[in-house]
T-cell receptor, first 115, second 113 residues
């Protein structure tokens, strides 16, 4: 089966600019996650979708970050305006559903550098 | 709430030696526990997971982990290290019924020839 697709792989922007990341989960996976991984740290959940509804966005900086999952399939994560501390790898993951300890499948990530 | 502590941000072993990566967790509910591996410029790959069945869990690439409730630990081991095992390893926890994964800080494993 095809994996989780993310694009772009790399992005360099100046602070205060905007940027968007795209994720296409595994077909049939109802749950989609966006994680932020700052260099030297473990991934931190930004937002979790179940189909096209938000389950958890408690750690999403809503003043600058937004995410949507149209039609319960693809998802887009946007940052506007970007800050230097947003430099990180943004990982998308998907799983079959909630509960029962399903493992995630992660994409390769988008490495964002804000200068 | 769940949390994970990985003891040692960097572990170095010789090729052929035992690999031991330590993970302790905190969870207010029965946990699910995971180990992921991350190679440079790649996403995370699931090594193994504990979901309240057998306490000794076998994963891919010869790795295994043992769930010890009394010690709140889920250490990752491999009897004989291979050069290809060099990577970053992450322990993660989630509560049953909720799939939000909480990750540890990671342990970078280096293999010396």
């Amino acid at each position: 089966e095809a994996g989780v697709a993310q694009s772009p792989r790399y992005k360099i922007i100046e602070k205060r600019q905007s940027v968007a990341f795209w994720c296409n989960p595994i077909s049939g996976h109802a749950t989609l996650y966006w994680y932020q991984q700052i260099l030297g740290q473990g991934p931190k959940l930004l937002i979790q979708f179940q189909n096209n509804g938000v389950v958890d966005d408690s750690q999403l900086p809503k003043d600058r970050f937004s995410a949507e999952r149209l039609k319960g399939v693809d998802s887009t994560l946007k940052i506007q305006p970007a800050k230097l501390e947003d430099s990180a790898v943004y990982l998308c993951a998907s799983s079959l559903g909630l509960g029962e300890g399903y493992g995630y499948t992660f994409g390769s990530g988008t490495r964002l550098t804000v200068v | 709430a769940q949390s994970v502590t990985q003891l040692g941000s960097h572990v170095s072993v010789s090729e052929g030696a035992l690999v031991l990566l330590r993970c302790n967790y905190s969870s207010s509910v029965p946990p699910y526990l995971f180990w992921y591996v991350q190679y440079p410029n790649q996403g995370l790959q699931l090594l193994l997971k504990y979901t309240s069945a057998a306490t000794l869990v076998k994963g891919i690439n010869g790795f295994e982990a043992e769930f010890k409730k009394s010690e709140t630990s889920f250490h990752l081991t491999k009897p004989s290290a291979h050069m290809s095992d060099a990577a970053e390893y992450f322990c993660a926890v989630s509560g049953q019924g909720a799939q939000k994964l909480v990750f540890g800080q990671g342990t970078r494993l280096t293999i010396n020839p």
